[in-house]
């Protein structure tokens, strides 16, 4: 196969990212980009299939179907991307630095979600969102580097002693958000969902409540904006870098000096558990 040398270092946030990375992970990376890269010619492939069946409406599976798959597998859905491997072992970790700070992870840890994260935030960047809601379109998915159930309240926790409240507001109620069209500013309800909630779901009491108090919260607008400038479909010609985000994260994010996981903040463990998944106990 191959390969685009200036897309590659792009989607891992850039050259100085690149340089940042042990030989090991880079060559983990260039695995992960192959298959993403193969997994999209499948893609494109049966795209092309189905234009050729243009008349016959998309197959969307249903919820008994996707729940008969529960036992077909060895791990569970919700299981955090840093814990399973897509497909055949997981691959060992780089050491972070002694004080890690945001960026480190970003570099060393959210392989799996850093390109859509940074996909995001570059959309909300271009079409002049506020810096809040760049930051949190940044950050909006990489809690699922831990676990991907409830994400938006996860990945807010996570950021909360570092964010501004309004920020963390849109990470945490994008979730329940992006169930729900609001044509007027730009959203529609993504096919993504009718695949992978099936074409029959509808959100649980929990999420309809959460969605009614948020639609009249004087921060809709900034949660809602996460889902607009959110990506539905993996574009393998999205050239990101972390680079133009530098600033916006010394601005809006206040790094502990000790490092992410050793502040005795409320939320120290979860970094930890992000730095050091290998650990048994
Ligand atoms: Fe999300
Ligand atoms: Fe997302």
Known sequence: MEIDRRIFIASLGGTAAVGLMGDEAKADALEEFMSARLNEAAAQQSAGTAQQTANTPQQFPSMAELEAQIDTRPTRRGV???????????????KLPAHPRLVDFFTMRFNNTSNHCLQSATKALRSGMSEEVVLACLLHDVVQE??????GWWGAQLFEPYISEKAAFAIRYHQA???????????????????IFGHDYRPEPYIEATYQMVRKHKWYGEARMVTVNDL?????????????????????????????????????????????PDAPL
């Not at 840093?82 to 060992?92: D, E, S, W």
């Open 80 to 94: 955090g991307n840093l814990f399973t491997a897509r497909t055949g072992n997981v691959k060992r970790l780089d």
């Open 232 to 276: 539905y479909a993996f574009d393998a010609n999205a050239q990101v870098s972390l680079e133009p985000f530098v600033d916006i994260i010394g601005r809006n994010f206040k790094q502990p000096k000790e490092g992410l996981g050793y502040d005795n903040s409320p939320v120290a463990h979860m970094w930890r558990t992000i730095e050091r």
């Open 146 to 151: 831990i676990i991907k159930v409830d994400h």
């Open 177 to 195: 958000l992006r169930f729900y069209a609001d044509p007027a500013n730009g959203y529609e309800y993504p096919d993504l969902y009718r695949r």
